[in-house]
């Protein structure tokens, strides 16, 4: 079965601080991998995806995520946050068959100024 | 504004009752997903439609249902609704499955 797994329910971190959030998978077959962000009160929105290639993935607002499939992982950083990173993080994993999207349970990431 | 237009934005309703959330897709897409968000559950993925035609399912009750009109707007229908229906219903639509989907901003539905 499909498993997306996310090691921290709540992060804090101060403003400038280094972020790495962890995302370990279960999927059988080809996966892309997703890292979605919801601000308080907003919808999902795409903040980067894997689908192959270089495993070193940037994207928006200063974000990158390593795939290292060895590891099922793909953990989400950031090398300085900021108090606008206040949110919930989300991984998701799917194949490329349905488009299906199974989630992780998320990480609130609380960032003090 | 994602594109993924969700309506109503909050729902409340007895228990018993039936309701229909409502989606229309990006312009040009032609997926849509539907996924319930509760706090002990997580983000579950309800039903995929493409082009009118229901692809896959997930984690769906029987009371729940959903179609995909010609002009490619969804409708998730909830009936005999119980107090653990309360829950934001959230829409997605991608042009190509499996790519990644833009969100709507969700129904939040409370069943009182």
């Known amino acids: 079965a499909q498993s997306v797994s996310q090691h921290n329910h709540h992060v804090i971190l101060s403003e400038a601080a280094s972020l790495e959030l962890g995302c370990n998978y279960s999927y059988g077959g080809t996966v892309n991998l997703f890292w979605y962000v919801q601000y308080p009160g907003q919808h999902l929105q795409l903040l980067l995806k894997y689908f192959s290639g270089d495993p070193l993935v940037k994207g928006i607002k200063g974000f990158e995520a390593e795939f290292i499939k060895s590891k099922f992982s793909f953990n989400l950083r950031k090398p300085s946050v900021q108090w606008s990173d206040t949110a919930e993080y989300f991984c998701?994993?799917?194949?490329?068959?349905?488009?299906?999207?199974?989630f992780g349970q998320g990480t609130i990431l609380t960032v003090h100024p | 504004d994602s594109g993924v237009t969700q309506t109503p934005k909050h729902l409340i309703t007895a228990t018993g009752q039936r309701v229909t959330l409502r989606c229309s897709p990006r312009?040009?897409?032609?997926?849509v997903y539907w996924y319930q968000q509760s706090l002990d559950q997580g983000l579950q993925f309800l039903i995929h439609y493409y082009n009118g035609e229901e692809r896959a399912k997930g984690n769906i009750l029987e009371r729940f249902s959903a179609q995909q009109f010609p002009d490619l707007h969804s409708e998730l229908n909830l009936s005999s609704l119980e107090l653990g229906d309360s829950a934001l219903y959230f829409c997605a639509s991608s042009v190509v499955s499996g790519v990644g989907y833009t969100f709507g901003s969700g129904t939040r539905l409370t069943v009182v």
């Open positions: 312009s040009g897409d032609l997926s």
């Open positions: 998701a994993a799917g194949g490329t068959s349905y488009g299906k999207l199974t």
